[in-house]
Structure formats: C-alpha cells, structure tokens
C-alpha cells in the first residue's frame, strides 16, 4: 500500500495492509454518500446519496453504477438481513423498512409509544432476527437530509425491534446524537457511536461499548474510542474484532482494546464502510461525494 495512504500507529496494523494495494475511486457524483450494503449473492452494493434522495448500485462484476431507487425517502443507513433482503433507515419518511424479494417494501418501525421517530440514522440485524437502529435528528434539522421537524419523542435513543411480535423498546436513552452501531462478531457487544459534538459545544465524539444480555438488554457503555480526527460514523468489524471505522481524515483502525492502531487515508470524510467482495476482504468506503474501495488482507466478520 502507498506510504500516503496508510498511516501505521502501532506495529499490529502492518500485516493488517496490503503493501501494493490502492485506493480505488469506484463513482463520484454524491452529495453526502453513507449507509453502504453488501449483497453477496449478486456480487453488488447498495448506498445512499442523502441530500440527493436516492440510493445508488455499484456492480461489482462489471464496476458499473447505476441509481437504485429515486426517490429513497432520503435513505441513510442500509444493512442486510439473514435472509439476503435490504433494511433501510429512511431519514425522509422517518422509519426503518425492508425490501423484500419481490421489490415490495415492508416497514418495520416508524412510531415509538404513538409518536413518529426522528430519522432513523444506521441499522444492524442480530442472528436471531432483532433489528437494532439508532435515532438521532438529523434529518428532521433541516431540509437538507430530509423534511424540517420539531421532534415528536423528544430525544435520540437506540431501539430493538423484536423478532416476533414487532414489537419496538428503547434499550440506550443516555446518548445525545446515537449514530452508527455494530456488533462483535460473536454477538456478545454491541457497540455505538454518539456524535453529539454536531449539537453540543465539547460533545461527544466517541463509540462506546455495551454487552449485550437476554432479552436486548444492554449494560456497561462505556468509552471505548474516541475520534481523533472529525467525529466517528459508521463502521464494521473484522472476523478478529477489530472496528474500521469513519472518520474525519479516512477509515480509523481499532484494537479489540480500544487501540487505535493504523490509518487510511482517503482525501475526502469517511462517513461509513463495509465489506465486501468474494472473501469479504474489500473494504468499501463512503465518502462525502465518493465512493472507495481497497483491498485488505483480513476479512469481515459475518454477518449473512
């Protein structure tokens, strides 16, 4: 990998890098590019264009794009389901839906106790079928990245949907801006990224670390990271634990520890990544206008 992409902190993060390897911009064109999914039955990835409402396809067989759906409801975070089905946080219509094989879309939560939602921000799905998403309000501060609103709940907390009933609870009201999350591969943490500096003068700017009990029930959190550069995003963890995570200056590698162990450096802000590719071991990036991508000699955890 060139010296100006990859910045190594710590000694770990070398056999984590691909000395030849390059950054490759795949499309450009995007206001605020996030919420990137893969699906590894079709070899494709799905992301948002925020402020543009739509959602975008990169073919990853042929290195087309092309616009997946127009308008999205100003999608932002995506993920993908056991079942090989696209989950989509919908900052415009303030609700987390599904797309389901048949293109039709079934939503899964829009309301909290009778009141509407902010705008669902990022979204994970647990192995046993919970869906988990985080609700901070940013698509209701403006007209920029949804419709101006005044918050009908209040506040930003985290959810749980459960995998029978539906049936939607809080299980993190402590945060001021919830933002993207993740689990360890075995399930056992969850982790949270709280980027209330966006709203509040010396702020969060952190991800911070629960276990995970029965039920959905959350306990600890605390700091694990904080971002040195910008304010962490989204991210995803690697089948050894390790989080590759936004940030203001590129993707931010962390130790199972907390350790922030090497960098790379790409020239736009990082808001999310994912892997992908036949071994999951290519790293998709989303940045402001662009989206990455870089091979890597590690491989992310599984999650389908």
Not at 16 to 28: G, N, V
Not at 90 to 99: A, I, K, W
Request: with cysteine.
């Amino acid at each position: 990998m060139p010296r100006d992409v990859a910045v190594v902190l710590d000694e770990r993060f070398r056999r984590l890098i691909i000395p030849s390897a390059r950054l490759e911009k795949l499309a450009e064109g995007c206001r605020w590019a996030e919420g990137p999914a893969y699906f590894p039955a079709g070899r494709y990835l799905v992301w948002s264009d925020v402020p543009n409402d739509r959602m975008m396809r990169f073919d990853e067989t042929s290195n087309a794009v092309s616009v997946f759906r127009n308008p999205s409801g100003y999608s932002n975070g995506n993920t993908v389901d056991r079942q090989g089905r696209l989950v989509t946080c919908e900052h415009g219509n303030r609700r987390v839906t599904r797309t389901e094989h048949d293109g039709s879309i079934t939503v899964i939560a829009s309301h909290h106790d009778g009141k509407r939602f902010n705008s669902p921000n990022d979204v994970v799905v647990k192995s046993d079928g919970s869906i988990w998403f985080t609700d901070p309000a940013y698509g209701i501060d403006s007209d920029y990245e949804g419709h101006k609103a005044e918050s009908e709940i209040g506040a930003c907390h985290v959810y749980r949907v459960d995998p029978q009933g539906g049936s939607v609870s809080i299980v993190a009201d402590d945060f001021v801006r919830p933002n993207g999350l993740a689990f360890s591969p075995d399930e056992k943490r969850l982790y949270i990224a709280d980027t209330g500096a966006t709203h509040v003068p010396n702020g969060p700017g952190h991800i911070r670390v629960f276990d995970v009990g029965e039920n959905g029930r959350l306990a600890g959190g605390d700091v694990f990271a904080t971002c040195t550069d910008g304010l962490f995003d989204g991210f995803r963890l690697d089948d050894a634990g390790r989080i590759w995570t936004s940030a203001g200056d590129g993707v931010h590698c962390h130790e199972s520890d907390g350790t922030l162990i090497g960098k790379i450096l790409v020239p736009e802000a990082v808001a999310n990544v994912v892997f992908g590719g036949a071994k999951r071991n290519r790293l998709y990036i989303c940045a402001t206008t662009s989206l990455y991508s870089i091979m890597l000699p590690v491989n992310g955890a599984k999650t389908f």
